[in-house]
């Protein structure tokens, strides 16, 4: 059973950063972490869910939204199965409940992939920017 924990999040102000962290277990001989697609995904109230930065560790640089290019970081930690999203000058229009997904059984990363292609989920850690 893949199992995905997400924390860091938190309430900052405008310009201000956070840092999430997303613990992954329960991967099989035949899967390992960095040879799948995994990232983080974000909603907010009454939106639908969007990706924001996915990555392959060991195929697939790092593919970001466009309204978190430049600020963002994904980076994953292969010895520790942990996948990090820095998030620096965060925005108000940030906000949301963060979730960390991988596909498990897919190889490919791209901006195509729509939330319904990851199989598994963490439970998300909430971000709240002020003004």
């Known amino acids: 059973q893949v199992q995905l924990m997400e924390s860091g999040g938190g309430s900052v102000q405008a310009g201000g950063s956070l840092r999430l962290s997303c613990v992954v277990s329960?991967?099989?001989?035949?899967?390992?972490?960095?040879?799948?697609?995994i990232g983080w995904f974000r909603q907010a109230p009454g939106k639908e869910r969007e990706a924001v930065a996915t990555?392959?560790?060991?195929?697939?640089?790092?593919i970001y939204s466009d309204s978190v290019k430049g600020r963002f970081t994904i980076s994953p930690h292969n010895a520790e199965n942990t996948l990090s999203l820095q998030l620096n000058q965060l925005k108000p229009e940030d906000t949301g409940m963060y979730y960390c997904?991988?596909?498990?059984?897919?190889?490919?990363?791209?901006?195509?992939?729509?939330?319904?292609?990851?199989?598994?989920w963490g439970q998300g850690t909430q971000v709240t920017v002020s003004a």
């Open positions: 329960g991967y099989t001989n035949r899967r390992s972490f960095a040879r799948t697609c």
């Open positions: 990555i392959n560790p060991e195929n697939t640089p790092p």
């Open positions: 997904a991988t596909r498990y059984d897919g190889l490919f990363c791209g901006p195509q992939l729509s939330p319904a292609d990851y199989a598994y």
